[in-house]
């Protein structure tokens, strides 16, 4: 059994949150709690083992600190640093109903801990008012929502930032995935504007993976500048044929995309960012497709929670591991130096981890 804890800015309805997704001003953060039978499987997933239970919800039309939340935030870092685990926050993507953002905060954290690092992860799920439904207008509403959730999740961080301190500083992560890049963006860009900026070492690891962000979103006053400014290491991963952010997004927006292209400018990247590219790793995995997955999903978009190479990199990075120092990994001017065509400047390359063949299935996708 599995505990998420949830902070959310979609409207209470009953049984749950959302849609319809409203957000703005006015706007209430509600936060609580569920169980789940999580699934270190990603072609099974968990599930619901209890009601949500909601605890409490503040207002956002005000100024000034929201003592509940932070009350509620300081129990939740408390009970994980007694029961020996590291808080983690996480930020999901496009096209997710409350109840799957929940399950899928389970269960990225159970594929994480069933890697070979020793991993104990508190999930922490801030899930903003995204509409499941693969259409290029909900993709453009789920991105206005993203966008229209940047002070609600800066009152989140802010929040976050006090508790954390209350509890004397514990070692934190962070984790967003594809449109919740941009929700971080946006968010990190409107905290920045507030008093009270949390501190530079609020994360020890803030890692952003298959990012739907433009490609200067992590230069100065773009909003993961800041991030990485209350970071110790922020990693932005990269995959060149990721199709989701590559086509789908980039067709759409008419502009490339963090996640496929990253970074615009490797040279206005603050100082302690590493663009990680896993192109390769997930280029060579073998493991099947599960009945119901497409490969340009699962494989292509998902990887951060589907592909062992990934994991294990993840892994690495997640219990501390200092970016240039981790195994598999090698500079781009050395893989350069073997041959390998294509290599972008100042990447780190993930290599592949050697797994035997297996039939591909390759089914019409579940869910993006």
């Given at each position: 059994m599995r505990t998420v804890s949830f902070i959310t800015n979609r409207p209470a309805m009953t049984g749950g949150f959302g849609p319809p997704p409203p957000c703005g001003t006015p706007e209430m953060l509600s936060f609580g709690a569920a169980s789940l039978l999580a699934s270190a499987d990603p072609a099974k997933p968990g599930q619901l083992a209890a009601p949500i239970a909601t605890i409490g919800a503040v207002g956002c039309?005000?100024?000034?600190s929201d003592p509940a939340l932070v009350a509620f935030l300081t129990r939740i870092l408390t009970e994980a640093v007694q029961a020996g685990r590291t808080p983690i926050v996480l930020v999901h993507g496009y096209s997710y109903a409350f109840p799957e953002a929940i399950v899928r905060a389970a269960d990225v954290c159970a594929w994480l801990e069933a890697g070979d690092?020793?991993?104990a992860l508190a999930p922490i799920v801030f899930t903003w008012p995204s509409v499941n439904g693969l259409t290029p207008d909900n993709y453009l509403a789920d991105r206005s929502r993203a966008e229209a959730s940047a002070n609600a999740f800066s009152r989140f961080i802010l929040a976050y930032a006090a508790a954390w301190q209350t509890c004397r500083q514990p070692r934190s992560l962070y984790l967003a995935h594809s449109m919740g890049t941009w929700v971080t963006q946006t968010g990190m860009r409107a905290l920045a504007s507030m008093s009270g900026t949390p501190?530079?070492?609020?994360?020890?690891q803030a890692v952003v993976i298959g990012g739907d962000a433009d490609t200067n979103a992590a230069?100065?006053?773009?909003?993961?500048?800041?991030l990485a400014r209350v970071a110790e290491w922020l990693t932005i991963g990269v995959n060149r044929t990721d199709f989701a952010?590559?086509?789908?997004?980039?067709?759409i927006l008419k502009r490339p995309r963090l996640g496929s292209s990253g970074p615009a400018s490797i040279v206005r990247l603050p100082d302690n960012a590493r663009i990680v590219d896993y192109t390769l790793a997930i280029a060579a995995d073998q493991n099947p497709i599960p009945p119901g997955e497409t490969t340009w999903n699962f494989k292509l978009h998902q990887y951060y929670r589907t592909i062992p190479a990934v994991r294990d990199d993840l892994g690495a990075i997640l219990s501390g591991g200092a970016p240039d120092d981790i195994d598999n990994r090698i500079a781009s001017d050395a893989l350069k130096q073997s041959g390998t065509p294509g290599v972008r400047p100042g990447r780190l390359y993930v290599q592949p981890n050697q797994v035997d063949p297996a039939p591909d299935l390759d089914i019409p996708e579940r869910r993006g």
């Open positions: 039309s005000t100024p000034g690092f020793p991993l501190p530079a070492t609020l994360f020890e230069e100065p006053g773009q909003g993961l500048d800041q952010t590559g086509v789908t997004s980039a067709d």
